[in-house]
């Protein structure tokens, strides 16, 4: 669901910053998520498409591989104008289930360097 790698290199030894980072993400992320339905419910295909544009680089940095992969899938069917309200609802609950991953993982990486 994540990509450990991503997350190791982006934090450099300093996971407190991607942290951080991760946490004004996730903060924004399930903000936009929210605003989607509504949007998809009055055909604003290109808009949505738009906003999950961003969403998908964003959460590919941040190393949130599964979410990014759902989100372009989509982004794609916005594109085609082919997109559902209730997608939104599982990229949501990816959401979720990534970022605890990813936070999970960016802990563990600061105990390391901690010497816990």
């Known amino acids: 669901m994540i990509d450990t790698h ?5 934090s450099g030894g300093a ?3 991607v942290l951080e ?24 295909h290109v808009e949505v498409a738009g906003l999950l544009h961003k969403l998908a ?9 599964r979410f990014c992969e759902e989100v372009r899938r989509l982004e794609s069917e ?12 599982t990229l949501r609950e990816l959401l979720e289930q990534s970022g605890e991953q990813a ?14």
């Open 15 to 17: 996971p407190e910053m």
């Open 6 to 10: 991503q997350l190791k290199a982006l």
């Open 103 to 116: 936070r999970f993982f960016l802990e563990g990486e600061r105990s390391v360097g901690d010497g816990a």
């Open 57 to 65: 680089g964003s959460s590919g940095t941040l190393g949130l591989s």
């Open 21 to 44: 980072i991760l946490a004004d993400f996730l903060e924004e992320a399930i903000e936009r998520l929210g605003d989607l339905p509504s949007l998809l419910a009055e055909s604003r």
């Open 78 to 89: 916005c594109e085609a104008g082919l997109a559902r309200p209730d997608a939104v609802r």
